[in-house]
C-alpha cells in the first residue's frame, strides 16, 4: 500500500515519538540522568555534611563567646507551631499567637535518663532473704526468694515479660468488672456488684484513658473513647478541685498525648479548665477546696477559702499548665501558679509547710508537718512543675530546700531485728520538736520522687560524707516495703507506728524464760496452749488482747536480739489495717528500677502483685479493697478505687517493661495520678503541637472554602 521508502513504524505515530526514537534524543536523555545522579551523590557526600559541619563549628564559636548562651534547640521565641486560641465552646478553635515564656533553664541533667539505669553497687543495698520468716510468708506462702510455684501458681513465674503480660491480664480484669457492673459511673463496688457515684463524671473511664493505650488495651480504649465522646459532661455540682484536677483534666491531657492528638480530650480538657478556674478567684490566691461546676456564673468579688490543707492548693499547676501549652491560653498556666509564689512567702520550717492551712489567713493550723496524707503531692509536685517545663525553678528551690528539712527534721533510722536489719523512715513531726514514728502508705511516694529528682542531677546532701539523694530513696523503700512483707496476707497495712519491742535488756542469762502460755489465734481458727519456742522471728501467730494480730517474734527471741545486739528494737503497730488499692509502692519500685536496674525491687514487686491477686481479686470482675489485712483470709472490703486502674495498675506494668522507650522519663512526667505528661520541648511536645497547627490549618482552609461558596452561593441566586 505505501512505498517501501517510507518505514512502517513512522506510519500514523505522533512527531514527539518519532523524536524519542533518534539517536540524539536518547543520549540526551541518559546524559541527563547522569547529571542527575551526580548531582544527587555531591549533596548527599560533601554538601550536606559540609554544611552541618559549618553549623556545628559555628555553635561552638557562639557558646564560646557567650557561655551563658542557652544551647536548647526549642526556645520561646524559636519557630514553633503556632499555639492556637481556643474559644469556650466552639468546635474549630482559632489560631493564637505563641505564648511568651521565660526562657528555659540552663540546667541540663547530668546524664541522660535513657542511660539508666547505671548499676553502681552502693545502691544495692539490699537483698533477698536466705529464708523468708515474715507473717506474708507463713501464712499466705508468699515468701521472698522462693520461685515455687505456690498455692497461685504465679512464684514460678520469672520472666519479665511473662509478668507484664499477667499484670495486662488484671487490668482487663478490672475493666470487665467495671464495664458489667458500673459503666458510666465513676466507680465500681466490686464486692456487691453495683457502682458508686462520687462526681457523676465517669471517673473510673476518664481517669484509665491513657493506662488503656499504654496497656494496648485497644479494645477496652475504644470503649472508654465513644463514652467520653458521647456522654461525658460537666453539669454537675460540688466537686473537689484537687481530685478532679488530678483525675479528670490531668486524664484528658494525658489521653491527648498518648493518642497521637486526638482533639476530643483537648477540646473537652479546655471546657473542664474553665469551669475550675473560678476556684482561684480567692481572697489569698489559694484555691477552694470544692467548686460548683454547673454554676457558669464567676462569683461577685473574691471568695473566702477557710480550712484547707496543703496539697489541695498546691497540686494544681501541672495540670493546667500542660492545657495551657496545648491550647495556647496562658490564663490556665498563669492562674494555677499563683498559690506557688503565696506558699513561698508563707512561714515554713527549713522547707516544710504545715499540713493544714487556714486559707484566708494563710496560717498554720496545728504546726504538723508530715509527707503523708493531705501534704504528699505538694512535694511531688515542687520537682513534677520544674520537669515538666524546666522554667519553674523557684518550684525545684522549694523541694530542694524542702528535702533538706526532711533529712533534719524527719529522717529516722530504726532497728527491726536481726531478720529485717535497719529501716529508714520519714517520721512525722509537730511543732518542729515531737517526732513520730508514723509510717503511711501514702508517704511510700518520696523514694521514688528522690530517685526521680536524682535522675535529674539533684542532690541534697550537705557534704560529701552525706548520702546522696538515690541512697537515702534506697534506704526509704525497705520501710515501704515491709508494710506488704509484714502483713499476713501479703497486701499492705494502710498505716503503721513503728513502736519499740524491746527496750536495754537485762544483762544475759543462760536460760531465758519461756513467755507465760497465752491463747492464740491462727488463720481465724481458736485455740488453747503456749507459744512454741521454735516459732521463727516474724511468726504470724496473734497473742488475743496482744493489741496486733501477728506479732513479729516470740518473746524468747526478742530477749535474744536484744542481749547480742544492745539495740532497741522496733515493730509495726499498724494504725489502719486496711488497704485501698494503693499506687505508692509500686510507683517508687518503677523509679528505682529505672534508676538502678537493681532486680530486687521487680521481685518484691512480683510478690506484692501475686498477694493482690490472690486476696483482691473478684470472681465477677475487678477488684475489691481490704479491710484487714492481717487476718488470713483478710477481710474483704468493697470499694475498686479508680486509681487502682490509673495508678497501680499501671505502674506494676511499666516495673515489668524491658522497653526504654515505653514511657520514657526523659519525655513524660507523670502527674499525682500516674497520668504521664510531654515535657516541654521534647520530641513528643514539638511533634504534637505540628499536629496542632495541621489541624487547624486544615479547619482554617476548609472556614475558609465555606465562606466563599456560600458567598457564591448568594451571588448567583
Known amino acids: 500500500m505505501f512505498p517501501r521508502s517510507v518505514p512502517s513504524y513512522k506510519i500514523g505515530r505522533p512527531a514527539w515519538q518519532r523524536l524519542l526514537r533518534t539517536r540524539s534524543a536518547r543520549l540526551y536523555i541518559v546524559a541527563l540522568g547522569c547529571f542527575a545522579l551526580v548531582t544527587y551523590i555531591w549533596f548527599v557526600f560533601f554538601l550536606h555534611p559540609a554544611r552541618v559541619a559549618h553549623n556545628m563549628r559555628s555553635e561552638q564559636h557562639l557558646r564560646e563567646k557567650d557561655p551563658d548562651a542557652s544551647s536548647t534547640k526549642y526556645t520561646a521565641s524559636s519557630p514553633f507551631p503556632p499555639q492556637r486560641q481556643m474559644p469556650q465552646r466552639a468546635s474549630l478553635p482559632e489560631i493564637s499567637p505563641p505564648v511568651t515564656q521565660p526562657p528555659p533553664s540552663k540546667f541540663v541533667p547530668f546524664r541522660p535518663l535513657r542511660h539508666y539505669p547505671h548499676k553502681d553497687p552502693k545502691y544495692r543495698i539490699w537483698k533477698l532473704p536466705a529464708v523468708d520468716r515474715s507473717p506474708r510468708c507463713i501464712q499466705s506462702g508468699i515468701c521472698d526468694g522462693n520461685h515455687t510455684c505456690g498455692a497461685d501458681g504465679l512464684g514460678c513465674i520469672t520472666d519479665a515479660l511473662q509478668r507484664k503480660q499477667k499484670v495486662r491480664e488484671a487490668a482487663r480484669w478490672t475493666w470487665k468488672g467495671y464495664r458489667q457492673y458500673a459503666w458510666g459511673h465513676d466507680e465500681l463496688n466490686a464486692g456487691s456488684r453495683s457502682a458508686r457515684e462520687w462526681f457523676n463524671m465517669g471517673l473510673t473511664i476518664v481517669d484509665s ?128 501558679m499563683v498559690p506557688w509564689s503565696k506558699l513561698l512567702a508563707m512561714h515554713n520550717m527549713d522547707g516544710l509547710y504545715c499540713t493544714f492551712l487556714n486559707g484566708d489567713s494563710m496560717s498554720c493550723h496545728g504546726n504538723h508537718y508530715t509527707f503523708g496524707a493531705s501534704a504528699d503531692s505538694a512535694y511531688e509536685y515542687m520537682l513534677k512543675q520544674w520537669i515538666l517545663n524546666r522554667e519553674d525553678t523557684v518550684c525545684v528551690d522549694m523541694f530542694k530546700k524542702a528535702i533538706k528539712g526532711m533529712r533534719k527534721h524527719m529522717l529516722t533510722q530504726l532497728w527491726m531485728g536481726e531478720d529485717i536489719g535497719d529501716v529508714w523512715i520519714a517520721a512525722e513531726n ?60 501479703g497486701v499492705a497495712f494502710d498505716s503503721v507506728i513503728l513502736v519499740p519491742h524491746y527496750v536495754s535488756p537485762p544483762p544475759p542469762r543462760a536460760n531465758p524464760p519461756l513467755p507465760p502460755p497465752a491463747t492464740v489465734k491462727t488463720a481465724g481458727q481458736s485455740q488453747g496452749g503456749t507459744t512454741p519456742s521454735s516459732t521463727s522471728p516474724a511468726g504470724a501467730t496473734a497473742v488475743v488482747g496482744s493489741g496486733t494480730q501477728v506479732v513479729s517474734s516470740t518473746g524468747r527471741r526478742l530477749l535474744q536480739d536484744g542481749q547480742s545486739t544492745g539495740k532497741t528494737m522496733y515493730r509495726f503497730d499498724p494504725r489502719s489495717r486496711e488497704n485501698f488499692l494503693r499506687p505508692e509502692v509500686a510507683e517508687s519500685l518503677f523509679y528505682l528500677w529505672r534508676a538502678t536496674g537493681d532486680p530486687i525491687y521487680r521481685e518484691w514487686g512480683w510478690n506484692m502483685f501475686r498477694a493482690y491477686e490472690r486476696w483482691c481479686r473478684v470472681s465477677t470482675g475487678g477488684y475489691q479493697v481490704l479491710s484487714n489485712v492481717d487476718t488470713v483470709p483478710p477481710a474483704a472490703g468493697n470499694k475498686m478505687e479508680s486509681f487502682w486502674m490509673a495508678e497501680t495498675m499501671k505502674y506494676f506494668y511499666l516495673l515489668f517493661s524491658d522497653d526504654p522507650d515505653e514511657v520514657p522519663l526523659d519525655d513524660f512526667v507523670f502527674n499525682t495520678e500516674a497520668h504521664p505528661l510531654a515535657i516541654w520541648g521534647t520530641e513528643t511536645d514539638v511533634r504534637l503541637r505540628e499536629v496542632l497547627a495541621k489541624f487547624h490549618s486544615q479547619a482554617r482552609n476548609k472556614q475558609g472554602a465555606d465562606a466563599v461558596a456560600k458567598l457564591a452561593h448568594g451571588a448567583i441566586s
Not at 480530650?265 to 454547673?294: D, I, M, S, W
Not at 535529674?456 to 557534704?463: C, D, F, H, K, P
Open 209 to 336: 484513658l491513657d493506662t488503656l493505650q499504654i496497656l494496648g488495651l485497644m479494645e477496652e480504649y475504644a470503649e472508654a473513647r465513644f463514652w467520653v465522646a458521647n456522654h461525658l459532661n460537666f453539669n454537675q455540682g460540688e466537686v473537689s478541685v484537687f481530685e478532679t484536677t488530678i483525675r479528670i483534666l490531668g486524664g484528658l491531657a494525658a489521653a491527648f498525648y498518648h493518642s497521637g492528638g486526638d482533639e476530643l480530650y483537648l477540646l473537652k480538657a479546655v471546657e473542664f479548665a474553665e469551669r475550675l478556674l473560678p476556684a482561684f478567684n480567692t481572697t489569698t490566691g489559694l484555691t477552694l477546696p470544692h467548686l460548683n461546676v454547673h454554676d457558669m456564673e464567676p462569683p461577685r468579688g473574691r471568695v473566702a477559702i477557710g480550712s484547707t490543707c496543703l496539697a489541695e492548693v498546691a497540686t494544681l499547676s501541672m495540670e493546667f499548665s500542660a492545657v495551657s501549652k496545648l491550647s495556647g491560653r496562658p490564663e490556665f498556666r498563669d492562674t494555677a
Open 430 to 489: 509537730d511543732n518542729g520538736q515531737i517526732k513520730t514514728n508514723i509510717l503511711e502508705h501514702l508517704t511510700c511516694f518520696l523514694p521514688g520522687t528522690m530517685a526521680l529528682g536524682h535522675m535529674y542531677g539533684i542532690n541534697t546532701a550537705n557534704s560529701r560524707d552525706e548520702d546522696d539523694d538515690l541512697t537515702v530513696a534506697v534506704k526509704l523503700m525497705k520501710a515501704c516495703y515491709e508494710l506488704y512483707h509484714q502483713a499476713a496476707s
